[in-house]
């Protein structure tokens, strides 16, 4: 059996003749295929993306509305309060006089007498590879026992800025302490106003209302600034308790 | 018999078959066109119908009303960060305090401490007292508290010298402050 198709160009006319009236209907479904595949399909796509962004900004929207909200409710006085409390526990930067304060508040609460004392600076990168916080170290002598330095570092503990000791050292009435004082710069780059701002959490609540009562955290709780010292004090303590 | 397949037969019933082809195809390519206008104008006018311009203009405008909060926002902010760092600096760090007052509170009122010194939570402790006994008492407490509290490990008697001239007892521990 032949299968063979005769396709010359007689034959080709006589189909085109014969056909010609299926190309533009057959062509008009290519094109409107393709307009669909190409650019509504797209276009539908894009709506979806479109409809999902409007949502976000719908929320980002409702989110600074609800920050406005929050913050014009908030007690000006107490959050100032409350933010000078905390930035004073944790300072943005090497706080040397908040140290000395510290050092002489802690001293004075448990009657120990401070003697020579030697900061260790340190960097500006520095990081305390346990707490990933940077800090200032500091080496003091105190004129205090066992007890009484014991009873320092207590004290210290809760004064403001936070401090960890490392080192103690007692023999008899001479102790030398290291601690490291923490800072931590504050946070680069633009707070996004989007986020909703929350209350704070009951956990936070209790942990400024804690730091609230160390010493030197809040105006109240501050020692008497060295400004006002007698000048040329007598006493063994150099910063004048 | 030819079997070469002759497509422009002439019979009758494929004249009738092929309008009827090319009517359906008609009738496809207007109801695509169609189709194809409709959805076309449909998501045209659901995207010209799109809110965001409107959202990006009421976000702009209640951003500049948040920016005469803009102090108190800082304080919130800062005070937050804050929060968060001391926590993690308050759960971090060693703090022997507790651990210190509860030994020390077991020297007895005939003793005293002598010396201390810590070092990455090693503690080495020296007390005296003209009584053994006192302490003897002394490191069964802190032994007790030891096995209970599991404040101290490793703990380890390192001397006991007594002085002839002030009849007085030394006793040097160390440990690990757990």
């Not at chain 1, 533009?24 to 796509?45: A, D």
């Not at chain 2, 032994?143 to 490793?154: G, Y």
Request: aromatic fraction near 8%; include cysteine.
């Amino acid at each position: 059996m032949n299968n063979k198709i005769n396709l010359d160009v007689n034959v080709v006319d006589i189909l085109y003749r014969k056909y010609k009236q299926f190309l533009f209907p057959i062509g008009v479904i290519i094109v409107c295929l393709l307009l669909f595949i190409l650019v509504i399909i797209p276009q539908i796509q894009n709506y979806f993306l479109l409809s999902d962004q409007t949502g976000l900004e719908n929320q980002k929207l409702l989110n600074i509305r609800n920050n406005i909200s929050f913050l014009a409710n908030l007690d000006d006085n107490k959050l100032s309060g409350q933010a000078q409390t905390a930035s004073s526990v944790l300072p943005q930067d090497k706080d040397f006089t908040g140290i000395l304060f510290a050092l002489s508040a802690a001293s004075a609460k448990s009657s120990t007498l401070l003697g020579n004392y030697s900061f260790t600076v340190g960097t500006l990168g520095e990081k305390n590879i346990g707490s990933g916080f940077p800090f200032v170290t500091l080496t003091i002598q105190l004129n205090s026992n066992v007890l009484n330095t014991i009873k320092f570092i207590d004290d210290l503990y809760k004064t403001a800025p936070i401090a960890e000791v490392k080192k103690i050292s007692t023999d008899n009435e001479d102790s030398q302490v290291t601690i490291n004082f923490f800072y931590q710069p504050e946070a680069l780059g633009a707070v996004d106003q989007t986020v909703p701002l929350l209350a704070l959490s009951p956990k936070q609540v209790a942990l400024i209302n804690t730091l609230s009562t160390w010493s030197n955290a809040s105006p109240e709780n501050t020692l008497i600034p060295f400004t006002s010292l007698p000048q040329a004090s007598p006493s063994a303590n150099p910063f004048g308790f | 018999m030819s079997a070469d397949i002759n497509l422009a037969s002439t019979e009758n019933k494929q004249s009738i078959k092929i309008e009827h082809a090319l009517l359906i195809i008609r009738i496809a390519a207007v109801v695509a066109a169609i189709f194809v206008l409709a959805s076309a104008s449909i998501v045209f006018i659901l995207n010209l119908t799109n809110p965001m311009s409107s959202i990006k203009n009421q976000q702009n405008q209640v951003l500049q009303n948040l920016n005469s909060y803009k102090n108190k926002s800082g304080n919130y902010n800062l005070l937050n960060e804050r929060l968060r760092d001391i926590s993690m600096i308050t759960l971090k760090r060693t703090d022997y305090t507790e651990q210190l007052n509860k030994i020390v509170s077991l020297i007895g009122s005939d003793t005293s401490a002598d010396t201390l010194t810590i070092v990455d939570n090693k503690f080495t402790l020296g007390i005296s007292s003209t009584s053994l006994l006192s302490i003897s008492h002394f490191l069964d407490a802190v032994f007790d508290v030891s096995d209970k509290s599991k404040t101290f490990t490793n703990l380890n008697i390192d001397s006991l010298t007594t002085n002839v001239g002030t009849g007085n007892y030394s006793l040097y521990i160390s440990g690990q402050i757990l």
